[in-house]
Nanobody
Framework: QVQLVESGGGLVHPGASLRLSCAAS????????MGWFRQAPGKEREFVAG????????YYVDSVEGRFTIARDNAKNTVYLEMNSLKLEDTGVYYC?????????????????WGQGTQVTVSS
């Protein structure tokens, strides 16, 4: 059974940092693009960041460019999202996702697999 399990969410103040992790099991995703999405209260889920299968190419939504970094460790079957300079509007449930294609890492990504989500709350 394929599973994506996120961790690392929490409650932080504006300007703080968090690092999310997504551990995959049930199959290897080293050849698959992976990404992070988020859903704020009352809003639709949106793409945040994506990374190609080899980890060379990355893509970010404009609102997080320069503050968030997506990375992956294929040996550990894990993808990360380093979030710095967090803002109130970054609050939401963050979901890890995996696509079938190696280069399906941009904002039109069509994931096949989803994690259960981890809550990130930025509050003063």
């Amino acid at each position: 059974q394929v599973q994506l399990v996120e961790s690392g969410g929490g409650l932080v103040h504006p300007g703080a940092s968090l690092r999310l992790s997504c551990a995959a099991s049930g199959r290897t995703f080293s050849g698959n693009a992976m990404g992070w999405f988020r859903q704020a209260p009352g809003k639709e889920r949106e793409f945040v960041a994506g990374i190609s299968g080899a980890g060379v190419r990355r893509y970010y939504v404009d609102s997080v460019e320069g503050r968030f970094t997506i990375a992956r460790d294929n040996a550990k079957n894990t993808v990360y999202l380093e979030m710095n300079s967090l803002k109130l509007e970054d609050t939401g449930v963050y979901y890890c996702a995996a696509a079938e294609g190696r280069f399906d890492y941009r904002d039109d990504m069509s994931p096949t697999y989803w994690g259960q989500g981890t809550q990130v709350t930025v509050s003063s």
